[in-house]
């Protein structure tokens, strides 16, 4: 059981240090996968503010987008 143990914290700890080196070769598809998930979460917040008939969801993307 402690080997098992010991294998597993040994392989957690490898993957989050390897993680940052994936992220900075890739970082173009993390840019294009982080614009998508903004995208999503914009699109599905308009729609809740349509379908409650508020004008949130203009406020919502002036809050997302131009306070970089």
């Known amino acids: 059981m402690e080997?098992?143990?010991n294998q597993f914290i040994a392989i957690g700890a490898?993957?989050?240090l390897s993680a940052p080196?994936?992220?900075f070769?890739?970082?173009d598809a993390?840019?294009?996968i982080t614009e998508a998930l903004l995208d999503a979460i914009e699109l599905t917040l308009?729609?809740?503010a349509q379908?409650?008939?508020s004008r949130h969801g203009d406020e919502i993307h002036q809050?997302?987008?131009t306070h970089q």
């Open 30 to 32: 993390v840019s294009r």
């Open 63 to 65: 809050t997302l987008f």
């Open 14 to 16: 490898a993957l989050m």
């Open 21 to 23: 080196a994936v992220l």
């Open 46 to 48: 308009a729609r809740r």
């Open 3 to 5: 080997n098992s143990y």
């Open 25 to 27: 070769m890739y970082r």
């Open 51 to 53: 379908h409650s008939g």
